[in-house]
């Protein structure tokens, strides 16, 4: 056996067992922390592969996304706790992305609806029914239902699509590219996860946008911690990737809208906008900025 052929098995051996710590950081130790990518691939392999714009190494953009997808109860015992949200947004110049299931959409108020559509805000779809893993037909009939609701209801294009229960597979980005949506945000693609790479990439002409810190369902409702331990756990997240120059996603839901849960959620919007360079955008101008 030769001597170049042994150093190439070797070659090949290590780059797997990158691979391998890598599938197993980011599936069962951590799904939300991208510094994995620059920890043990030196060369930044992977960082520069979803690199697909110039102007996404330049500056980190912050988009901050609020789902509605839970219950009837859940959506009128929030709907004023969301309107308050909304203004702290505006207050601080950070625009939100709405992600809504229409099924809940007959339960939002006339003024939580009113607000939405005179903001600089986005809306995409949750789905109809918030169903995950259902035939391609039956995703072309959920995504057309509810693109159709919503853009009825706001009067805006709906070009986003957040994955009903953070998951779908090759048959949505069909059922997606045949409805004209130009995105899939935070989920997880058949064997992919993607929650937390560094840049938007795109499979089957449709893109799919990663970039998430720790959600409020995360800290709040999983890990159980305190909204002082979350805010601190979200600032340590945004800045590490801002210092990264990395996208950053936050998830967030109409459940978390409480006093104290709105009053770090308000600290967090005014130190993201006055303490760091991160810019904040939509999820719609992510994709814009993302093919030039």
Same mark, same amino acid.
């Given at each position: 056996m030769s001597f170049r052929f042994v150093?190439?098995?070797?070659?090949?051996?290590?780059?797997?067992?990158?691979?391998?710590?890598?599938?197993?950081?980011?599936?069962?130790?951590?799904?939300y922390d991208a510094s994995i990518f620059t920890k043990i691939f030196p060369y930044q392999f992977l960082h520069n592969l979803y690199r697909r714009k110039p102007e996404s190494?330049?500056?980190?953009? &912050?988009?901050?996304?609020?789902?509605?997808?839970?219950?009837?109860?859940?959506v009128k015992k929030n709907d004023a706790g969301v309107q308050k949200l909304i203004r702290i947004a505006d207050d601080h110049g950070v625009p939100i992305t709405f992600s809504i299931a229409t099924e809940y959409l007959p339960f939002f108020s006339e003024k939580t609806k009113e607000m939405i559509k005179n903001g600089e805000h986005?809306?995409?779809?949750?789905?109809?029914?918030?169903?995950?893993?259902?035939?391609?037909?039956?995703?072309?009939?959920?995504?057309?239902?509810?693109?159709?609701?919503?853009e009825s209801e706001f009067q805006t294009?709906?070009?986003?699509?957040i994955a009903p229960k953070a998951?779908?597979?090759?048959?949505?980005?069909?059922?997606?590219?045949?409805?004209?949506?130009?995105?899939?945000?935070?989920?997880?693609?058949?064997?992919?996860r993607y929650?937390? &790479?560094?840049?938007?990439?795109?499979?089957k002409d449709v893109w799919l946008l990663g970039g998430c810190v720790p959600s409020d369902y995360h800290l709040y409702e999983r890990k159980r911690k305190s909204p002082e331990?979350?805010?601190?756990l979200w600032k340590e997240a945004v800045e590490h990737r801002v210092r990264n120059q990395w996208f950053i996603q936050l998830e967030y839901h109409n459940f978390s809208t409480s006093e104290e849960k709105l009053k770090v959620l308000e600290e967090l919007l005014r130190y993201v906008k006055e303490d760091t360079e991160a810019v904040p955008i939509t999820l719609d101008e992510i994709v814009e900025r993302s093919h030039t």
């Open positions: 150093v190439l098995l070797l070659v090949i051996h290590l780059f797997a067992a990158h691979i391998l710590v890598m599938v197993v950081y980011n599936i069962v130790i951590n799904p190494a330049l500056k980190s953009y &912050f988009s901050f996304r609020l789902d509605i997808d839970t219950s009837e109860e859940n986005a809306v995409i779809t949750h789905g109809h029914s918030h169903e995950g893993y259902i035939t391609e037909k039956e995703q072309e009939e959920e995504l057309r239902r509810s693109k159709r609701i919503l294009e709906v070009k986003g699509l998951k779908h597979d090759f048959e949505t980005l069909k059922a997606a590219k045949k409805n004209s949506i130009e995105y899939i945000s935070a989920g997880s693609l058949s064997y992919i929650w937390s &790479f560094p840049y938007p990439f795109k499979k331990e979350a805010l601190s």
